[in-house]
């Protein structure tokens, strides 16, 4: 008798997978042609699940709006702990400018991979938003001993020296970024910045020049051309440049 009670017990639970896989089957169908009001509709009359949960999440993300993408992922999350969605959850905090949440749940990531770089990189950069130089000092260091051709890496280091206002250690970064990138807009410009407040007109110049050459239409390096050419009396280039 209970050998016939575990069997019809797993036969139901058999057909229940097998029809809610055909549904999400339909459902990712209508979100892969855009229709993703009827994937909404129809995930939300199944039972909630970390499947349901996780693929409404995944539909909001894909229209912006990661409020409620926050939302299904963080209910996803009660009923599965699972690697891919919190990386996801701490993505949408971060679109949402939650970034103490973004901070905890990436550091729960790496506490148990700590191999992640992508998530090692995002948490060097939200402490850097936050005001925490030395934790980002900290993450970019060990970014750069894992990989120094990256040059994203060098000039968030730059970044870090600026904060703890090393101005030499934040020129050299910015300078080994440019060295591993020669077209890093960000890069050149905080070069070109660095050495006009050194007055060093000839390097200033020549990265006001490179840049420009890279993105004519970059507004605070024509600020600092203009500047210059109003400081040499070239009133006339300077007027061109407005």
């Given at each position: 008798?209970?050998?016939?009670?575990?069997?019809?017990?797993?036969?139901?639970?058999?057909?229940?997978?097998?029809?809610?896989?055909?549904?999400?089957?339909?459902?990712?169908?209508?979100?892969?042609?855009?229709?993703?009001?009827?994937?909404?509709?129809?995930?939300?009359?199944?039972?909630?699940?970390?499947?349901?949960?996780?693929?409404?999440?995944?539909?909001?993300?894909?229209?912006?709006?990661?409020?409620?993408?926050?939302?299904?992922?963080?209910?996803?999350?009660?009923?599965?702990?699972?690697?891919?969605?919190?990386?996801?959850?701490?993505?949408?905090?971060?679109?949402?400018?939650?970034?103490?949440?973004?901070?905890?749940?990436?550091?729960?990531?790496?506490?148990?991979?700590?191999?992640?770089?992508?998530?090692?990189?995002?948490?060097?950069?939200?402490y850097l938003k936050t005001k925490?130089?030395?934790?980002?000092?900290?993450?970019?260091?060990?970014?750069?001993?894992?990989?120094?051709?990256?040059?994203?890496?060098?000039?968030?280091?730059?970044?870090?020296?600026?904060?703890?206002?090393n101005r030499n250690l934040k020129?050299?970064?910015?300078?080994?970024?440019?060295?591993?990138?020669?077209?890093?807009?960000?890069?050149?410009?905080?070069?070109?910045?660095?050495?006009?407040?050194?007055?060093?007109?000839?390097?200033?110049?020549?990265?006001?020049?490179?840049?420009?050459?890279?993105?004519?239409?970059?507004?605070?390096?024509?600020?600092?051309?203009?500047?210059?050419?109003?400081?040499?009396?070239?009133?006339?280039?300077?007027?061109?440049?407005?």
């Amino acid at each position: 008798m209970k050998k016939r009670i575990l069997i019809i017990v797993l036969v139901i639970g058999f057909l229940k997978a097998e029809a809610q896989t055909s549904v999400f089957t339909s459902i990712d169908s209508l979100v892969h042609i855009g229709r993703y009001q009827k994937a909404i509709i129809l995930l939300k009359k199944q039972e909630p699940t970390f499947q349901s949960n996780k693929r409404i999440a995944a539909i909001y993300t894909s229209i912006d709006n990661y409020k409620l993408a926050t939302k299904y992922f963080e209910k996803a999350l009660l009923l599965k702990d699972d690697y891919s969605a919190k990386i996801s959850l701490g993505k949408s905090y971060q679109k949402e400018k939650k970034l103490n949440e973004a901070i905890s749940i990436y550091q729960k990531i790496l506490k148990k991979d700590s191999a992640n770089l992508l998530i090692s990189y995002q948490l060097g950069k939200l402490y850097l938003k936050t005001k925490q130089a030395l934790k980002a000092k900290i993450i970019f260091k060990e970014l750069l001993e894992k990989d120094r051709s990256n040059a994203n890496y060098h000039y968030q280091m730059g970044i870090v020296y600026a904060m703890l206002k090393n101005r030499n250690l934040k020129i050299n970064s910015f300078l080994k970024t440019y060295e591993k990138d020669d077209e890093h807009i960000n890069a050149i410009h905080q070069l070109a910045l660095a050495y006009t407040f050194l007055r060093d007109k000839d390097s200033a110049n020549l990265f006001i020049n490179k840049g420009l050459k890279v993105n004519t239409n970059h507004i605070a390096l024509n600020k600092l051309k203009i500047n210059n050419l109003y400081r040499k009396k070239d009133y006339l280039s300077a007027i061109n440049l407005l």
